[in-house]
């Protein structure tokens, strides 16, 4: 057991991989189970289950920058190698630069899971409409909620303890360059991942 808690892979603890795992998790149980409840009492408007669905929702909103994280889990091979030749390639650690990919390329069936699983339910609940737009606007908070994980270390429930720190961080986003340009590239990276596998699969079904 106290290996496993003293474990790492260029600084990195390998109990981390199972942490960051189940956090991606939450979204996307989250939204099945929200799916089949909705599914099966097969409701035509919220009712009085409105409260419960705005809390679910938010809930999942705040958890699912947990999935995209995982995609910037690839950042630990730097400086992986102190004796690379000129093509950058350790052959003593080469296999981290497949664990890292391996181990980032989780995120992409979490992130789709968990919004494509949502978008069902708006579409169940409201409109397929609704359901198109949804992706449209939870990746650009979805990139947000990584950078907050990547530059201020922040955590999904630091909304509820740190609010008024979140608004002030997420304020100043938009007032610096290089955040701007951040919030840009992951926004548009989030946008090619989940459009791109949600085409891929549809050009299988067909």
Aim: glycine share 4%; hydrophobic share 55%.
């Amino acid at each position: 057991m106290e290996f496993l808690f003293s474990a790492v892979i260029n600084k990195y603890k390998i109990l981390m991989i199972f942490w960051n795992l189940f956090l991606a998790l939450v979204p996307c149980l989250t939204a099945y189970y929200l799916a089949k409840a909705v599914g099966k009492k097969k409701w035509d408007k919220l009712g009085k289950g409105q409260w419960a669905f705005v809390f679910l929702f938010l809930f999942w909103l705040l958890m699912l920058p947990n999935t995209a994280y995982l995609f910037t889990m690839v950042r630990h091979l730097v400086n992986y190698c102190r004796d690379f030749d000129c093509y950058r390639v350790c052959p003593g650690k080469t296999w981290m630069v497949m664990f890292f990919f391996v181990y980032a390329l989780a995120g992409v069936p979490t992130f789709y899971y968990a919004i494509h699983k949502m978008k069902e339910v708006f579409k169940m609940l409201f409109s397929p409409r609704s359901a198109v737009f949804l992706p449209v606007v939870v990746i650009p908070l979805a990139a947000i909620g990584v950078m907050f994980g990547l530059f201020e270390r922040y955590n999904s429930w630091d909304v509820l303890t740190r609010a008024d720190e979140i608004l002030k961080t997420l304020a100043s986003y938009f007032t610096d360059g290089n955040h701007l340009l951040n919030l840009f590239a992951f926004t548009l990276s989030f946008y090619l991942i989940y459009y791109g596998t949600d085409i891929f699969l549809w050009k299988k079904k067909k």
